[in-house]
């Protein structure tokens, strides 16, 4: 899917690890949300409540999922999935588009 439709945008944004990440909330009228966003060069670490989506629109994330001791890199059209009330690790090496869905368990 290239765009959204029937969708509303927070427009405050969210921002982490002194800038270097960012997104924007989208709220679809099922009760759903998306958020759109960047990751410039670094390591990252984030925790989640609910499980999540996250597609690569471009760049590459390196990727540490819970539980693994194996690093796995995703590239532009791929997905990963993370589990609910976990954290994961990211290596970016150059900057990253993504969209990460939220999914209620």
Do not use: H
Request: hydrophobic share 40%.
């Amino acid at each position: 899917m290239d765009k959204f439709e029937n969708a509303a945008i927070i427009k405050k944004a969210n921002i982490y690890f002194d800038g270097k990440v960012t997104s924007r909330t989208i709220l679809f009228p099922d009760g759903t949300k998306k958020t759109l966003g960047i990751m410039l060069p670094g390591e990252y670490e984030f925790g989640t409540a609910d499980k999540e989506i996250m597609e690569i629109l471009g760049g590459v994330l390196k990727v540490l999922l819970p539980g693994c001791t194996q690093w796995e890199a995703f590239t532009e059209g791929q997905a990963f999935e993370v589990k609910a009330n976990s954290k994961f690790k990211l290596i970016v090496d150059s900057t990253a588009d993504y969209c990460c869905s939220y999914v209620k368990e």
